[in-house]
């Protein structure tokens, strides 16, 4: 044992790092519990655990009145209490922690394994946001969620720079947000489940485009390298390419590529090949299957590579439900995996199925995927209502 400990071997990283995504970070600011004084991990009485710090801030200021961000129980600030177990873990692995900082997060270690390097968001920043998109121009991020102004823009450093898309029931509001995308001249289009609706707005958040009464349930959002978008229609099972002159705010075309899918969702295309990948979620029709199947297709729109849940089940040990999809610089299809809190890499579609996980630990419920232009890969985790940043290792 104290070989392995002075060593920092693979099953003592394992531990460490297990505990430190787990137990020793506060879920609403993402900072490492701490015995210093606002660090500390506080109770509340639902049983939720923060730090001292997210309590102070959360707290009204003369009442002391909060609600627990996770399940909203009324309490005040001083009906919390040090969360003794935390504060014994964090001495028991102390010293793990500072024999192994660099791989107390990593996966272990293969090349090409992701890290989580930061996050931002939390809960009230976001609140059970749905879909991730980047500016190609800027580098923002954007996301779509349940706040009282349904798009964020944030910097690259996780601050927010920008907000838009009241909640409203006006044509130009936005009701029920479900996926975003940003144009190549930098326009946000949003699917609103709401109206079923699609809606464009300038990176300021000026509505440039309302497009109703075409779709039956618009949901997933992408958009091509020649700057058209594609939408997926859950209800009608279909796959469509607008072509809108944005600065206009004009809708040139709309073409049906896919008409017999089984409620389709995410989209993803490749700026590599050109290939598209669409998620079907069978269930949500009720015909009694299990799990989704991830479809790609070449840029004439023939089908390349296909694989269900029940394909993928050969390869990995759990059931797996893909919630999201995009591809990687190098053509491969990757997916997030809500029942192993997971992100995997599927491989190319010719070469399907194939099977790789690349995220394996620090995920709560992962909703949607992007990679940035440096090939760190952005994870949209509606349960933690925070962006984490992942990137390569190479050990």
């Known amino acids: 044992m104290g070989a392995e400990a002075s060593g920092g071997g693979p099953a003592l990283r394992d531990l460490v790092r297990e505990a430190e995504i787990s137990l020793l970070e506060c879920k609403v600011c993402f900072e490492r519990f701490g015995h210093r004084q606002q660090r500390r991990p506080r109770n509340l009485p639902c049983g939720h655990v923060v730090c001292l710090a997210c309590v102070a801030a959360l707290a009204h200021p003369r009442t002391l009145a909060l609600e627990c961000p996770f399940c909203r129980r009324a309490c005040r600030g001083c009906d919390t209490s040090d969360c003794l177990p935390v504060l014994h873990l964090l001495e028991l692995l102390g010293s793990a922690l500072r024999l192994a900082p660099a791989a107390n997060r990593a996966a272990p270690g293969s090349p090409g394994a992701f890290t989580c390097h930061h996050a931002f968001g939390g809960w009230g920043t976001l609140v059970n946001p749905t879909g991730l998109a980047l500016c190609p121009k800027t580098g923002r991020v954007v996301v779509v969620h349940d706040g009282k102004r349904r798009v964020k823009i944030f910097d690259s450093g996780g601050g927010c720079a920008h907000q838009f898309g009241e909640k409203g029931d006006a044509a130009q509001d936005i009701r029920y947000p479900l996926d975003v995308t940003v144009t190549n001249d930098c326009h946000v289009v949003v699917t609103d489940a709401g109206d079923r609706s699609i809606k464009v707005f300038d990176f300021f958040g000026q509505i440039k485009l309302v497009i109703g009464g075409q779709f039956s349930l618009p949901w997933g959002v992408e958009t091509t390298p020649q700057n058209g978008v594609l939408v997926t229609d859950a209800e009608a099972g279909s796959l469509h390419l607008l072509e809108v002159d944005f600065p206009e705010g004009v809708l040139r075309r709309t073409e049906r590529l896919q008409a017999d899918l089984c409620h389709p969702r995410g989209v993803a295309v490749s700026w590599l090949t050109g290939a598209i990948a669409v998620l079907e979620h069978p269930r949500a029709l009720g015909s009694g299957a299990c799990g989704t199947t991830v479809k790609v297709f070449s840029a004439s729109m023939q089908l390349i590579g296909q694989v269900d849940a029940f394909g993928l089940s050969l390869f990995f040990p759990s059931k797996i439900t893909a919630s999201a999809v995009t591809f990687d610089h190098q053509g491969n299809v990757i997916v997030a995996d809500t029942c192993s809190q997971a992100v995997l890499c599927l491989g190319k579609p010719e070469e399907f199925p194939g099977l790789k ?39």
Not at 360 to 369: F, N
Not at 371 to 376: A, D, L, R, V, Y
């Open 357 to 395: 996980p690349i995220i394996t630990h620090g995920l709560s419920h992962p909703v949607a995927l992007t990679f940035t232009k440096e090939n760190s890969l952005l994870v949209l985790d509606s349960a933690a209502h925070s962006v984490k940043i992942y990137k390569v290792e190479w050990g």
